[in-house]
């Protein structure tokens, strides 16, 4: 049976791009020949329909195939984002946290961008075949509040929080994302790395202009988004505004557990935060390639870009333009990551 890191494909079916997940994969395997005429094939189309019909046929909207890869049997499923252009930012934004000003972003270098955040599985194995130690320690939910603890950590974020290894991993600092992805290099022969935030914007968006990748009304969110939810305000009573809509997880959701964006990348908001390659500086500065991360003069960063929102965020600060910024070394049981990597 094929893993699950290997089970996304794409498929166009009625001229309708559909994003096969684990069973499809599975049955797509077969030979053609034993395909054509056998109960099998039957059942392979039956499955795949049913598949097209659960992975959101039209949610991912757009016109054309979807390209993936998979660099290495360790390496996850990589999603091909062509360039473009489009206006990054946004006017405003809360107090303290500017948002913008809004500018035109071009893209000019196609890139990859995993499809999915890094998962509890690949971490792990990541760690016990890299020797890479990270700290024992992340702020998370102990007995009803915020702590920071040591008892808790990437292996094992806290009882409140629901996890499994298709969960994606958190309470990962910046520099165990960077190690993670130096890691990925050596094993794959690929220079992996972690989006800069353009990068992010543009994939994140998808090709939209609203406020989120699903339209302006975070109501509509829960089809594509784990947020602070109707499903998790009763049990986690946080103090802000749940989303006005039900998406079925309490705390974290499996990767790709929800509808991609049009991009046919899965849970760009929601789920977890998603360390950047780049300093946080605000408003933005010009910068002369948006693809290359904006470093710091001194050795690191006071503080990292985090994007998209995670399971405990008000909708809100769901907004595709959102900016977190946080201290590199900070682990926190709703901050992860996904990689990318040139092409
Ligand atoms: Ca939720």
Same mark, same amino acid.
């Given at each position: 049976?094929l893993?699950k ?6 498929v166009?079916?009625n &001229?309708?791009r559909?994003v096969?997940r684990?069973v499809c ?8 020949r ?10 392979s189309?039956?499955?795949?329909a049913?598949c097209?019909?659960?992975?959101g046929c ?11 890869f998979?660099?290495?049997?360790v390496?996850p499923?990589?999603?091909e984002i062509?360039?473009g252009?489009?206006?990054? &930012? ?9 948002? &913008? ?17 890094t998962?509890l599985?690949?971490?792990r ?5 890299s ?21 808790h ?5 806290g009882?409140t929080?629901e996890?499994?290894?298709d969960?994606p991993?958190v ?9 993670y992805?130096e ?5 794959s022969?690929v220079?992996y790395?972690l ?5 992010w914007?543009?994939a994140?968006?998808?090709g939209s202009?609203?406020?989120f990748?699903w ?12 947020l602070?939810?109707r ?11 749940e989303?006005?809509?039900?998406d079925?997880?309490v705390?974290?959701?499996?990767v &790709?557990?929800l ?5 046919g990348?899965y849970?760009?908001?929601g ?5 950047t390659?780049?300093c946080?500086?605000?408003p933005y500065?010009e ?5 290359r991360p904006i ?10 870009s985090?994007?998209?929102g ?8 769901q907004r ?6 946080d ?6 049981s709703y ?9």
């Open positions: 049976m893993a890191l290997n089970a996304i494909e794409t166009v079916l &001229g309708c559909v096969l684990t994969c599975h049955f797509r395997s077969e030979s053609p034993a395909m054509a005429t056998t109960r099998s094939s039957i059942l189309f039956a499955l795949m049913v097209a019909a659960l992975t039209g949610a991912a909207g757009g016109a054309g195939s979807l390209k993936t998979q660099d290495c049997d390496c499923p990589m999603v062509a360039p252009s489009f206006l990054m &930012g946004a006017e405003g934004g809360e107090e303290g946290r500017p948002e &913008g000003p809004v500018h035109r972003v071009s893209i000019t270098r196609p890139f990859a961008l995993a499809s999915t955040e998962t599985a690949a971490f194995l990541f760690v016990s075949d020797g890479y130690e990270p700290a024992e320690e992340c702020r998370t939910l102990v007995d009803g509040s915020w702590q920071n603890s040591e008892r950590s990437w292996r094992e974020p009882a929080i996890y499994d290894d969960s991993v309470c990962v600092s910046w520099r165990d994302a960077v190690a992805t890691w990925l290099s050596r094993r022969g220079a790395r989006p800069s935030e353009a990068e914007e543009y994140a968006r998808g202009n609203g406020i990748f339209g302006d009304d975070a109501a509509d969110g829960c089809r594509f988004a784990n602070y939810d499903s998790a305000a009763p049990s986690l009573g946080f103090r802000w505004d989303a006005p809509c039900s079925g997880y705390t974290l959701a499996p &790709g557990a509808a991609p964006n049009p991009f990348l849970d760009m908001l789920n977890v935060w998603e360390w390659a780049d946080y500086i605000a500065p910068v002369a390639d948006p693809q470093t710091s003069d001194s050795k690191s960063c006071e503080r990292r985090v994007r998209g995670g399971w405990i965020t008000r909708p809100d600060r595709l333009t959102f900016r977190g910024r201290p590199e070394q900070r682990r926190m901050f992860g990551f996904r990689v990318a990597r040139s092409l």
